[in-house]
C-alpha cells in the first residue's frame, strides 16, 4: 500500500490507494504456469468505519503502480479520479462512478508528464 493518503469519501466509505505485482500465467498443457508479473493499481475500500475492508478491482489494461485517489463532482453524480505511475512517461488516469469497485480502463494524461 502506498505511498499515499486514504480519502474519506461524501458517502463516508473510507478509501485507501494501492498497487500490487498480479501474476499473470499462461497454459503449459493441463497446467497453469506463472509466467510474468505486471504491476496494478487498485483501492482497498471500508464502509464501516475501517472494521472490514474490501479489494476493489485492478485498473485494468497497461501497467500502473503508485497512484493516489479524490473524489470529483460529476455532472450526476461523484466520482472517484485516480492518478497512478504508468510506463508511457505520463501518469495514467482513471475514472470510478461506482465509489472504487471499478475503474474504467486508464487514459494517459500527457499534461502529468513522469521522469
Known amino acids: 500500500v502506498g505511498p499515499g493518503h486514504g ?7 473510507l478509501v485507501v490507494p494501492a498497487y ?5 500465467g499462461c497454459l503449459r498443457g ?7 508479473t505486471r ?3 487498485l483501492v482497498f475500500y471500508s464502509d464501516d468505519g475501517g472494521r472490514r475492508w474490501h479489494k476493489g478491482a485492478l485498473l485494468s489494461g ?9 473524489e470529483i463532482r460529476g455532472e450526476q453524480q461523484p466520482l472517484l479520479y ?5 510506463l508511457r512517461g505520463c501518469r495514467a ?3 470510478s462512478t461506482d465509489r472504487g469497485l471499478r475503474f474504467q480502463r486508464p487514459a494517459p494524461c500527457r499534461a502529468l508528464a513522469e521522469p
Open 20 to 24: 500490487t505485482y498480479y501474476v499473470h
Open 93 to 95: 488516469v482513471a475514472l
Open 62 to 70: 497497461e501497467r500502473t503502480g503508485e497512484c493516489q485517489v479524490a
Open 82 to 86: 485516480c492518478s497512478a505511475r504508468a
Open 30 to 36: 493441463l497446467l497453469r504456469l506463472p509466467c510474468f
Open 39 to 41: 504491476q496494478h493499481s
Open 7 to 13: 480519502v474519506q469519501l461524501d458517502s463516508g466509505r
